[in-house]
């Protein structure tokens, strides 16, 4: 549902059921809602027909890149020779995401029995749960829910009297966007700073502690229970017509619409139902300029290319940009998008890990170019300088940091170069003191 | 990382306390219950960081020194863990610890609207620096994972959503 608002007739509402219910929380009343109905059953299934089940349904990974949730896991070895490990990510600061939060805050043991089914059928016994610093609220609730479920037996050395072991541990961050990143959050869970790794080795080969390891996201691990419980063919028909994206995705939209929040969509669904109908549009007398629809790290959209996609993995794509994490920020006619995109290369040269010269550099001097354009003081030449900036910034690093903030640099030149050409010629005041 | 926004104006030197361990009767026994949940003990560096941080308000050198002796590693290397990290404080910081969203989600909703107000109500006058009465420090922060609540905030540790300038007022009055 749109929370905080009450569910709009064009969601499908599977995971966001019971956004806002303080019962949901609890482990009593998540039983009643049908709780950990799917663990008991998974705890009685061999892991092979778990990982089957969940490639069947078409469930792809919810944290950004969509790999296929299902293959992932078929990549850890079938026999436990050393310990394996699940990582929960819940790190989420992707700006414009927000999705993750409510699934932790409002229907904690949703994610748990995720986490339990995920490990078992990773072969795994222990799963951390890697939640970022700054989400104090999701952070006691799910500390809570964690007791309950070992309490009560959902958790520990014998789930469900089944002999199967899971324990699931809280492992709080401490303030750095790259942790979200695969191998910077298991450097970080190691007690190390949080540099990505090079890949290969992939995770499932020496991951964590150097121990195979499978990832996935809160929202990922929150819809396994509902496929095991409901089927995997029920799961892969929650699709508009696209076979390759299937079921249920949570909506973070924020920025300038009449009701943000988390908006639960059948994969296929129109953007512009999402934008109109869904979050009520732009505020009075305003018009949609710009949608960046997957979290900042994607490609800007103009409203013409936004109102024409489907909102799944493939139909952003067709329209420029990417599905990424969902998190979908919307700009009206007021918005300076050089400002805008300045403040987001900002953000990426705040937080990159400083380890690739490209990015450590790029970043900085990407912001530096911007700022001096918001001076006042831009040359024409600034636009190559950018795009080439860019350039040496996509696919030239350990991890992708350095072309998501390339991302909004590129498309907003490409779509939006008027404004920046409007501060070069000085037809527009500067919005930014001389550096 | 370059470490949070807004300088390090109105932090000073840190004043050479003698140091009283943290690591002590139930803090220890915690820290010890950690050791059981990860094969590491340098696992448990962020956990322990925070342990310091609780009950001290910010991880002095001789705490490094501590937690890197407690868990068997150098200070040095404790030290290069906590500064890549944004929520350690490395100085002394106010009694109440505000964090402000201004990435642009926020900051197209008026977040630096938000900051103004926030220094100007704490008296903190500058991002970084604590206010004279020592209640407040404020910075921004980056993207605090509520962009549809804008602007979020953060007072130690609890987050408030939806503060706009009018707000602020009201919202520093509940922190003495
Ligand atoms: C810079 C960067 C930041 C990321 N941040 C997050 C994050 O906050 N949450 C998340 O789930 N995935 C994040 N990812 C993606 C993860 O690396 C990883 O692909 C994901 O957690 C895998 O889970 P999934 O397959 O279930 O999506 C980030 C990736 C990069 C490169
Ligand atoms: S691309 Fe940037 S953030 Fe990623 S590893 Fe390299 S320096 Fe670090
Ligand atoms: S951008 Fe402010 S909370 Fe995400």
Partial sequence: ?435 | MSGSHGGTAGHGTAPAEEHIPVFTGPTRARLEQLFTKYPTRQACLLPALWMVQEARGWISEQAIGEVADVLELTPAYVKGVVTFYTMYHTHPVGRHFVQVCTTSPCNICGAEDVVKALLQETGCGELGATSPDGRFTVIEVECLGACGFPTPILVDDDFIENVTPEKVRGIVQRYQ
């Fill in chain 1, 1 to 435: 549902m749109g929370y905080p608002h009450p569910s709009h007739p064009k969601e499908t509402v599977v995971l966001s059921k019971h956004f806002g219910d303080p019962e949901a929380r609890t482990y009593a009343g998540w039983v009643r809602h049908g709780g950990y109905e799917a663990l008991r059953k998974a705890v009685g299934m061999s892991r092979e027909a778990i990982v089957e089940e969940v490639k069947a349904s078409g469930l792809r990974g919810r944290g950004g890149a969509g790999f296929p949730t299902g293959l992932k896991w078929s990549f850890m070895p079938k026999d436990v020779v050393r310990p394996h490990y699940l990582v929960c990510n819940a790190d989420e600061s992707e700006p414009g995401t927000f999705k993750d939060r409510e699934i932790m805050r409002w229907t904690p043991h949703a994610l748990i029995e995720g986490c339990a089914i995920a490990a078992y059928a990773i072969g795994a016994e222990r799963c951390y749960v890697y939640i970022r610093g700054e989400f104090t609220e999701p952070w006691k609730v799910m500390n809570a829910a964690v007791e309950e479920a070992v309490a009560a037996g959902a958790l520990g050395d014998d789930v469900f009297g089944s002999g199967k072991r899971i324990e699931i541990v809280l492992h709080r961050g401490a303030g750095a966007y790259i942790c979200g990143e695969e191998t910077a959050m298991m450097n970080s869970l190691e007690g190390r700073r949080g540099n990505p790794r090079i890949k290969p080795p992939y995770p499932a080969v020496a991951g964590l502690f150097g121990m195979p390891t499978t990832i996935n996201n809160v929202e990922t691990l929150a819809a396994v229970p509902h496929i095991l419980n409901r089927g995997a063919a029920w799961y892969k028909a929650l699709c508009l017509g696209n076979p390759k994206s299937t079921g249920t995705k949570l909506v973070s939209v924020c920025g300038h619409v009449q009701r943000p929040g988390n908006y639960e969509v059948t994969m296929g669904t129109p953007m512009r139902d999402i934008l109109y109908d869904m979050c009520g549009g732009p505020p009075a007398g305003r018009t949609i300029k710009a949608v960046i629809p997957g979290g900042s790290s994607v490609p800007i959209m103009t409203l013409e290319e936004a109102e024409s996609a489907l909102f799944d993995y493939e139909g952003v794509v067709e329209k420029g940009s990417m599905l990424g994490s969902a998190g979908m920020i919307v700009m009206d006619d007021r918005t300076d998008m050089v400002y805008q995109i300045w403040r987001l290369a900002r953000f990426y040269a705040h937080e990159s890990c400083a380890q690739c010269t490209q990015c450590r550099e790029g970043t900085a001097w990407t912001t530096r170019v911007l700022e001096r354009i918001l001076a006042g003081k831009g040359k024409q030449e600034d636009f190559q300088l950018l795009l080439d900036l860019s350039e040496n910034m996509t696919g030239k690093t350990i991890c992708v940091l350095s072309d998501s903030c390339a991302a909004p640099v590129v498309s907003g030149i490409q779509k939006f170069r008027s404004e920046f050409e409007a501060y070069i010629a000085g037809a527009r005041e500067p919005s930014l003191a001389a550096v």
